[in-house]
C-alpha cells in the first residue's frame, strides 16, 4: 500500500481546508487510516482515525479538533479526506495520512509524506 497527501497549504484563521490522502497497492489489505500531525519541535500526534476493516466507519477525534475537522473515505476512490474548518494558528504543522494494512497475521503500518498546513493569525 502507498500513500499520497495533498491539500496542504497556506489559510487564515478561521479558514478551511480540505486534505486528501490517496491509496493505492493493495487496499484491501487496510483495516484503519488516520490523519496525524507534528509541528516543529514537537512529537507526532493523532488527529483522526476511520475504521476500514470489521469497525467499517467508525471515527474517533483528538479532542483539539472535535467539531471542526471532519474525517471520512471514498471506498470507490481509495481517497481518505480531512475537511478542517475554523483553522487555529495551533493547527500549523506537518500533517501525514496513515493505513494500518494486514500482513499476514500482523498489522504494519504505511505512512505518506506529509503535506504541509500552515494557519496564520
Known amino acids: 500500500v502507498q500513500l499520497v497527501e495533498s491539500g496542504g497549504g497556506l489559510v487564515q484563521a478561521g479558514g478551511s481546508l480540505r486534505l486528501s490522502c490517496a491509496a493505492s497497492?493493495?487496499?484491501?489489505?487496510?483495516?484503519?487510516m488516520g490523519w496525524y500531525r507534528q509541528a516543529p519541535g514537537k512529537q507526532r500526534d493523532l488527529v483522526a482515525y476511520i475504521m476500514t476493516g470489521s469497525g467499517s466507519g467508525s471515527t474517533n477525534y483528538a479532542d483539539s479538533v472535535k467539531g471542526r475537522f471532519t474525517i471520512s473515505r471514498d471506498n470507490v476512490k481509495n481517497t481518505m479526506y480531512l475537511q478542517m474548518n475554523s483553522l487555529k494558528p495551533e493547527d500549523t504543522a506537518v500533517y501525514y495520512c496513515?493505513?494500518?494494512?494486514?500482513?499476514?497475521?500482523?498489522?504494519?503500518?504505511?505512512w505518506g509524506q506529509g503535506t504541509q498546513v500552515t494557519v496564520s493569525s
Open positions: 497497492g493493495n487496499t484491501f489489505s487496510i483495516n484503519a
Open positions: 496513515n493505513a494500518d494494512v494486514w500482513a499476514g497475521q500482523n498489522i504494519e503500518v504505511v
